[in-house]
């Protein structure tokens, strides 16, 4: 037991916990779209909606000091085959990067930002 509680404080303390609640997103290409995304710590993913309408599941694959990855794959509906990738730096309060969209052979790159709950910016270092 207090070999868990050891290794949890260090996990915490080098910024290693994962983020927590929900994340408000802003997704730039030619206009920027908004959305929401909700942590699901269980399952380690996000259950995203954005402004538009559209709804997904997003995997989270790195949340750490300099570097956040989250994927998203939809294997069905009307966006079925799109593939994005987001890559990006917490910064305080915020994660600002780039995102790759993938679909039907084009590729678009854009901008991403996400202002983080109280939560994940608390596990910040």
């Known amino acids: 037991m207090r070999f868990v509680a050891v290794l949890l404080v260090l996990l915490i303390s080098f910024g290693w916990a994962q983020p927590a609640g ?3 997103v802003t997704e730039r290409f030619e206009v920027p779209m908004q959305g929401t995304w909700m942590h699901q710590p269980a399952t380690q993913t996000f259950q995203a909606r954005w402004k538009n309408g559209s709804a ?4 989270l694959e790195r949340f750490e000091p300099e570097s956040v990855v989250i994927t998203r794959y939809d294997d069905s509906g009307p966006t079925a085959g799109l593939r994005v990738r987001y890559e990006g730096r917490r910064q305080g309060p915020s994660v600002q990067g780039t995102v790759l969209w ?3 052979d084009q ?5 991403w930002s996400a202002v983080l709950p ?4 608390a596990t910040a270092p």
Not at 56 to 59: E, G, H, Q, V
């Open 22 to 24: 929900e994340w408000k």
């Open 56 to 59: 997904a599941t997003l995997r």
């Open 102 to 104: 993938s679909w039907s």
């Open 107 to 111: 590729v678009r790159r854009g901008t």
């Open 118 to 121: 109280a939560e994940a910016e």
